[in-house]
């Protein structure tokens, strides 16, 4: 009942965070598995981050 009410106190969701994670998950499961964790840091910032290959 206190989500509700948050809800049409704020109108905000955590869609959008739902939506990273579920982003961040598929980039793990494509991988099978990092050798460290900067590794998993830098392809997640490429991926969310809208980071091009190769810029401009």
Do not use: D
């Amino acid at each position: 009942m206190a989500n509700v009410v948050s809800y049409c106190t704020h109108r905000i969701t955590n869609a959008v965070a739902e939506g990273i994670k579920s982003k961040i998950m598929s980039i793990k499961r494509r991988v099978g598995g990092f050798r460290n964790v900067e590794n998993f840091k830098t392809a997640i910032c490429f991926y969310c981050g809208g980071l091009e290959l190769y810029p401009r």
